[in-house]
């Protein structure tokens, strides 16, 4: 007990010393200057903006996906599952160039994305794109999760008193697995928060915050970055308890 | 049988294959106002064939009729059928009275309507108070209650209820079935209802059938279903007998049990109804009636069939028009008394040996 407690401390302290060294490198003028920097506000609403988009066209096109995937079986479920959990596991920078290829300026796709105002290189769109590739499989997932937890005799008896397949999907079963899709939909949005591998390749323009943190890291040095740092820390941190606090409220 | 009632339910042939679970050629039929009890171990496909009517399941094979009307392929809220499963399956992210209102919210009826519709069932299942609760914070017995309301606040065909009392305590089920008695003579709806429970079956029951490995081995009154090779297996030799105590006295009561008389040494009120039970071993068999004997219940009976259960001979006799009795002789008595199918006998059993079920 005694050793495993030691090697806990040690992991514990790997995990937390990050955060107090930071603080501690912090400048407060240098915050006050990052705070009121008008490069920053402007990639920090550009990157909130593109998260809050893309999170909530996930839920439009991922949630009956996953109600699929929960309720019904058929051939090829499998290969469809694994589709929805595959971004999981690409390198970001591959996301970036796969994203480019498939609907960039130069794949069979451009002329209509264009015709909608949609070019997906070096444009907010572009960065909406990376963002739902890489937050689809949380999403889904915990929405799948969601949906295949509730008792299926709540949805079939509400079809047996007289509600058709939509008013039973939009009284009972979305009520029913609300929380685990705003826990996906939090879990995605957070992901593309920290997105910034497939970034740097499709999108280096207009700047999100976290593509701003590496060029000031490459230009300014490791004092000016530890400011905005802070504020990408916050965010998360705020990210953090508002999901904690929801899983806590489901149970 | 009276031409004016029709068939309300049927299904014909149902064959459904679900591996642990099937259904193999169910055919069973509820009329208007019948309160039918599927009596049956757990495993022969009670629940299956209920989902089946319901539409939640698609049968592989056969017809569900309502009303004459083909619905096999039919979704279920084009049945007009209330299901309420083991569960309940009550909404818990809904209040109470949002749980039964649902049914009339589907059908657009007007917001004071429904009002009043839930008002009136809540009081008719004293759930009245209960109705800004959430169903979580219920009571089993209060959840039974509330899925109930739920089922009756709309004119539905029919009722099919699943085990509605197997998570109950013993007082609670047998309040149970007197309420649904009471609601099923004041409402008249009609219901199709499955157990394993055979004194459920006698509480409840106007129609009666046998379900047994996915077919239905016999369908009619509960006495006649009880009497087949399978429910006897299933329900051991034991004889049950539904009556109505007429008086007591001198803590024995008169019981009217079909159309004849038992006396038993059980607790009681007049006008209870009450399942009684009596051991076929307990029963002697004579040939002609002696004057004396410390039995106090004496019946005519008449033998129906006879069969073989190693040095014992089990003898289904019947007394009077309605009621069943299996009686064990020993091979050599059934010899000496020279027993066969439709000989006369006479049944003697002690008052004691009769014990109250329900």
């Known amino acids: 007990m005694v050793f495993f407690s030691l090697l806990s401390v040690v992991i514990l302290f790997f995990l937390t010393y990050p955060f107090v060294s930071l603080m501690l490198l912090a400048d407060p003028k240098l915050l006050g200057f990052t705070l009121s920097s008008a490069t920053i506000i402007r990639a920090l609403l550009l990157t909130l903006e593109a998260a809050t988009l893309s999170t909530l066209i996930l839920m439009v096109f991922g949630v009956p996906l996953a109600y699929i995937l929960a309720r019904f079986e058929f051939r090829g479920k499998k290969l469809v599952e694994a589709i929805t959990d595959l971004p999981l596991v690409i390198p970001h920078a591959v996301v970036g160039i796969m994203v480019l290829i498939a609907f960039g300026p130069k794949s069979p796709f451009s002329s209509i994305l264009e015709n909608i105002g949609v070019i997906i290189e070096n444009s907010f769109w572009a960065i909406v794109a990376v963002f739902c590739f890489v937050g689809a499989p949380l999403l889904i997932d915990c929405a799948k999760d969601g949906f295949a937890s509730i008792d299926p005799y709540l949805e079939g008896v509400a079809r047996c008193m007289g509600a058709g397949a939509g008013r039973t999907f939009y009284t009972i079963s979305l009520p029913l697995a609300s929380k685990s899709i705003l826990t996906g939909a939090l879990l995605a949005w957070a992901r593309s928060m920290s997105e910034v591998g497939a970034l740097l390749i499709i999108a280096y323009y207009p700047k999100t915050i976290n593509v701003l943190v590496i060029e000031w890291f490459n230009i300014y040095g490791l004092r000016y970055t530890v400011a905005l740092t802070l504020i990408l820390l916050s965010i998360s941190i705020i990210v953090f308890v508002v999901l904690r606090w929801i899983l806590r409220w489901k149970h | ?358």
């Open chain 2, 1 to 358: 049988m009276d031409s004016k009632v029709e068939t309300l339910i049927a299904t014909v042939n149902l064959h459904l294959n679900l591996g642990e679970f099937k259904l193999r050629g169910v055919s069973v039929k509820a009329a208007n106002r019948d309160y039918m009890v599927i009596l049956g171990p757990s495993g022969a496909g009670k629940t299956l064939l209920l989902e089946c009517i319901a539409g939640l399941r698609k049968p592989d094979k056969g017809m569900i009729l309502i009303d004459g009307n083909d619905v096999t392929n039919l979704p279920p809220e084009k049945r007009e059928l209330a299901f309420l499963p083991q569960n309940y399956a009550l909404w818990p992210h809904m209040r109470v009275f949002d749980n039964i209102a649902y049914p009339l919210r589907c059908r657009r009826v007007p917001e004071s309507e429904i009002k009043r519709r839930v008002k009136w069932v809540s009081r008719e299942l004293e759930i009245a108070h209960l109705l800004n609760r959430k169903p979580t914070s219920l009571s089993g017995g209060e959840q039974q209650r509330v899925a109930l309301a739920r089922a009756m606040v709309w004119e539905f065909k029919a009722i099919l209820l699943d085990e509605p009392t197997a998570s109950l305590d013993p007082s609670l089920r047998r309040s149970t079935w007197k309420l649904l008695r009471r609601l099923h003579e004041r409402m008249g709806f009609t219901a199709i209802h499955v157990t394993h429970d055979v004194a459920e079956a006698f509480a409840l029951a106007t129609k009666s059938a046998f379900m047994y490995k996915g077919k239905i081995v016999k369908q009619g009154l509960l006495n006649e279903v009880l009497t087949t090779a399978e429910a006897v297996q299933y329900l051991g030799d034991t004889n049950l007998m539904k009556g109505k105590i007429l008086d007591t006295a001198k803590g024995e009561a008169l019981v009217r049990v079909a159309d004849t008389h038992i006396i038993a040494v059980i607790d009681g009120k007049p006008g209870e109804e009450v399942v009684l039970s009596l051991r076929p071993e307990d029963i002697i068999v004579l040939r002609e009636r002696r004057l004396e004997s410390s039995a106090r219940n004496i019946l005519q009976a008449t033998v129906e069939s006879l069969e073989l259960h190693g040095p014992l001979v089990l003898l289904h006799t019947r007394s009077g028009e309605k009621l069943m009795l299996k009686v064990y002789v020993t091979k050599s008595s059934a010899e000496y008394l020279k027993l066969k199918p439709k000989s006369k006998v006479i049944l003697c059993f002690k008052a004691s040996a009769v014990k109250r079920v329900v």
